[in-house]
Structures are given as C-alpha cells and as structure tokens.
C-alpha cells in the first residue's frame, strides 16, 4: 500500500524556519519525482515545489523561490521541505505528493505550519 | 502562467442525480495535462482524472472527463452518498507552475 506521511509542521513566528519530512512507503521512491502542494484555509490547492527522482531537477513556486529549499533523500525514503523567512501567508496545510506524468497520483494527509506572531 | 477557473463554486444537487463540473483555463491547455481531484475533509486528495479523460486507478465509471483546449468537464453520473465532496482540476503547462482551480463543493440538496 502506498503511504506519504507529513511531519514537522506545527506553529511558528514570522521570519523564522520549520523543515517538513515526508516518509514514504508502498512504492520504489527513487523511481518517481516529487512534490509538495499547500491549502491555505478556505483556499485551493498551490503547488509549491518538486523535486526529480534523482534531485537533479527543482522548481519551486515564485511564491516560496528563495525562501523555501525541497531535498530528498533516496537511501531513506523521505522527502523534506525546508522553509525559512516564514510569512504569514505561508499558513497552509502541506502535503507531499507522488509526480505521476503532469500530475499527482497519491497524497499525503498533510501536516499543518501556522505562522503567527 | 494559466489560470483555472472553475464553475460553479457550490453544486447542490441529490443522490442519484447528475453532476457536472466545468474548469476553464486562460489559455490553451494540453488533454495530457489536465486532471481533476476530489478532496473529503479530513483527507488527502485523491486523483480521480488524468489526461483529461483517463479515470485513475480504482476510480469507478460513473466518473468521467471530457474536453479540450480551454473547456473541461467533469461529469459524475447517477451521484452516490460518498461522492458529495470538493473537486479541483489542474493543469501543467510544459514548464512549472502547475496550478490549480479553485474547486467546486459539491453538497448535499
């Protein structure tokens, strides 16, 4: 069964970091690209980044470029989201998301970042 | 970038009706590179259309999609009790950002 598992959200202050983990199970990881996709409240979906299967490709959203760094770490199956210069807006629940041709085929519950003051 | 517009934002129809969902994008988008989403609180979204047309694994055959160029839709035949959710389509383009519509609630009448 495939499984995308968020942590590492929770509340933060404005300016500061938070780095998100996806662990991942059910699937070979290092055969696909992967991406991170956030849900302000009441909002869409935004993608945000995505990462090649080797991390030899990154795109990021003109949203987070700058701010925000996607790695993955093949050997243990996880997918991580380093977030600096958190904004208020940056409030989102975060999920990780299997690339699958120009879409997502599986989800992750998400994990929620707040950044308040 | 393209922007997805979806309609309408609240659907209100019963149990064993029909639904149909419509996502128009600002420019031409590819048929490879149109899906749709249903989205349940609490849970993670799941892939219900690809390619515009193609259902996604597990995704049963009263759901189906349709369109091209800048109109898509999709269509729910004979609704079920667990079907009444949110729906987002969303586009890639070639090149990032993938985008999203802003999803439309299907409720209860």
């Known amino acids: 069964e495939v499984q995308l598992v968020e942590s590492g959200g929770g509340l933060v202050q404005p300016g500061r970091s938070l780095r998100l983990s996806c662990a991942i199970s059910?699937?070979?990881?290092?055969?696909?690209?992967m991406h991170w996709v956030r849900q302000a409240p009441g909002k869409g979906l935004e993608w945000v980044s995505g990462i090649s299967w080797n991390g030899g490709t990154i795109h990021y959203a003109d949203s987070v470029k700058g701010r925000f760094t996607i790695s993955r770490d093949n050997a243990k199956n996880s997918l991580y989201l380093q977030m600096n210069s958190l904004r208020p807006e940056d409030t989102a629940l975060y999920h990780c998301?299997?690339?699958?041709?120009?879409?997502?085929?599986?989800w992750g519950q998400g994990t929620l970042v707040t950044v308040s003051s | 970038e393209i922007v997805l517009t979806q309609s309408p934002g609240t659907l209100s129809l019963s149990p064993g009706e029909r639904a149909t969902l419509s996502c128009r994008a600002s420019?031409?988008?590819?048929?490879?590179?149109l899906a749709w989403y249903q989205q349940k609180p609490g849970q993670a979204p799941r892939l219900l259309i690809y390619?515009?047309?193609n259902r996604a694994t597990g995704v049963p055959d009263r759901f189906s999609g349709s369109g091209s160029g800048t109109d898509f839709t999709l269509s729910i035949r004979r609704l079920e009790p667990e079907d009444f959710a949110v729906y987002s389509c969303q586009q890639y383009g070639g090149s990032p950002p993938y985008t999203f519509g802003q999803g439309t609630k299907l409720e209860i009448k």
């Open positions: 420019q031409s988008v590819g048929s490879r590179h």
């Open positions: 390619r515009a047309s």
């Open positions: 998301a299997r690339g699958f041709e120009s879409h997502f085929d599986y």
């Open positions: 059910g699937f070979t990881f290092d055969d696909y690209a």
